[in-house]
C-alpha cells in the first residue's frame, strides 16, 4: 500500500462548479499536510497547508483534514480553466524533515 | 523573491557519462532535497540534506550520490547515467524551524541516450 494515495484522475468539471479532490494516508504519525498545483512541463507550487482537524479556507480554496479517517481533501470553488493542472498530496510526518507525495490528481476545467 | 535556482532546464547525456545537476537556493534554508518526478509514479525522494556536508539517503538512492560544500549549494552526481534515469529532477528547499513545505526549483528535464 502507498503511504499516499490520489485518485489519478482525470477529473473533469464545468467552468463554476466545485472540484473535490482527495488523499488518504497510511501513517497515523503524520502531523502536516500539504495540497501543491503542477501546470504542465512546471515545478509544483504550494497552494494550501493544514495540521489540524477540520476546514481552512483561502480564497476559493478550502482544504479539509481528517486525521481518524486518514485523509485529507482539497475543495475548489468556483472553478475556473487557470485550475486546470495536476494536484498533489504530501504529508509529513512526525520530526520527518522530508515529505511524502501522492502521485497526484489531474483536473481540467472545462470551458 | 526567493528562489530555488537549477543550473539546466534539459539536459541530454550518454549512457555512462557522469552527469552534475545543480541546485542553488538564496534562501539561508537549511533543508535541501532532490526528487525526481515519473508519470504515474509521483515525485519521489533520491536524497536530502539538512546541513553542510550531511546527508540522508531517500526512498531511491540507488545510482546517485550529492554533494553539499556550501549551505546555498547542493549537487546531485549520476555516477554513471543510464536510461532508467530519464526523468524530470526537481530540487527543494526548506528552512528547519519553519513547516510551510518547499520551495521547488524549476526542474531538469534529463535525457540519457
Known amino acids: 500500500q502507498k503511504e499516499v494515495e490520489q485518485n489519478s484522475g482525470p477529473l473533469s468539471v464545468p467552468e463554476g462548479a466545485i472540484a473535490s479532490l482527495n488523499c488518504t494516508y497510511s501513517?497515523?504519525?503524520?502531523?502536516?499536510f500539504f495540497w501543491y498545483r503542477q501546470y504542465s512541463g512546471k515545478s509544483p507550487e504550494l497552494i494550501m497547508f493544514i495540521y489540524s482537524n477540520g476546514d481552512k479556507e483561502d480564497g476559493r480554496f478550502t482544504a479539509q483534514l481528517n486525521k481518524a479517517s486518514q485523509y485529507v481533501s482539497l475543495l475548489i470553488r468556483d472553478s475556473q480553466p487557470s485550475d486546470s493542472a495536476t494536484y498533489l498530496c504530501?504529508?509529513?510526518?512526525?520530526?520527518?524533515?522530508?515529505?511524502?507525495f501522492g502521485s497526484g490528481t489531474q483536473l481540467t476545467v472545462l470551458p | 523573491d526567493v528562489k530555488v535556482t537549477q543550473s539546466s532546464r534539459y539536459l541530454v547525456k550518454r549512457t555512462g557519462e557522469k552527469v552534475f545537476l545543480e541546485c542553488v537556493q538564496d534562501?539561508?534554508?537549511?533543508?535541501m532535497f532532490w526528487y525526481r518526478q515519473d508519470p504515474g509514479l509521483g515525485l519521489r525522494l533520491i536524497y536530502f540534506s539538512y546541513d553542510v556536508k550531511m546527508k540522508e539517503k531517500g526512498d531511491i538512492p540507488e545510482g546517485y550520490s550529492v554533494s553539499r560544500e556550501k549551505k546555498e549549494r547542493f549537487s546531485l552526481i549520476l555516477e554513471s547515467a543510464s536510461t532508467n534515469q530519464t526523468s524530470m529532477y526537481l530540487c527543494?528547499?526548506?528552512?528547519?524551524?519553519?513547516?510551510?513545505?518547499?520551495?521547488f526549483g524549476s526542474g531538469t528535464r534529463l535525457t540519457v541516450v
Open positions: 534562501m539561508d534554508h537549511e533543508n
Open positions: 504530501a504529508l509529513r510526518s512526525g520530526s520527518a524533515r522530508q515529505l511524502t
Open positions: 527543494a528547499s526548506t528552512r528547519s524551524t519553519d513547516n510551510y513545505g518547499y520551495t
Open positions: 501513517d497515523r504519525g503524520s502531523q502536516s
